[in-house]
């Protein structure tokens, strides 16, 4: 399981009820039913991950996040996830805003595109970069919302969201520890725990 997925986990309470939206192949459903004794839907677009959901018995809606979320009533979960995939999103301003209204709180991951290596890469090749994290080029890559842990939590304040745990992950244990001292230069994704307050 990817390092971002384990803390997701921490930050999901037993027996809650649980939306990820571009759940993918269901991995963290699954590992949530497991770990934390979760009821958990996932919304997919993709037939392929669809399928492998059906397969491994995990609850799944097709639908296109992009199409909105409108027919989901107002804190209808207890935490809504998504995972690497706010930045292919259309209007992720939206997206975040929408999660915050289904569920009482919310938790996304996404890569970070201030990580020393993009930089250096942009700084060197002047070419946008390719990594294992984002491996497509410019002309064929599914992320079209590029963002910084800076840029992230500028948002946040803006919309007034309240940040309950914030963490970035590193994939080799000898950069994590640069990660936690300086999180927009040497965190490679980024991990939010957020909820909003409504009057």
Partial sequence: MRIDLDTIQSYISTDSYVLDLACGDGNLLLALQKNKNITGVGLENDPDYISACIKSGVSVIEHDLNKGLH???????????????????????????EMLRIGKECIITFPNFAHWKARWHLLIHGRMPVSDLM?????????????????????????????????????????????????NLFGETAIYHLTKSHS
Avoid: R
């Avoid at 027919?71 to 706010?86: E, F, G, P, Q, S």
């Avoid at 800076?150 to 080799?172: A, G, P, R, Y």
């Fill in 71 to 97: 027919h989901i009533n107002d804190k209808t979960y207890d935490t809504v996830v998504m995972t690497l995939a706010l930045q292919a999103m259309q209007k992720p301003d939206v997206v975040l805003e």
């Fill in 135 to 183: 491996p497509y080029e410019w002309y064929n890559t599914p992320n079209i919302h590029f963002c910084t842990i800076k840029d992230f939590e500028i948002l946040c304040k803006e919309k007034n969201i309240t940040i309950l745990n914030n963490t970035v992950v590193s994939e080799k244990g000898s950069s994590q520890k640069l990660a936690e001292l300086h999180p």
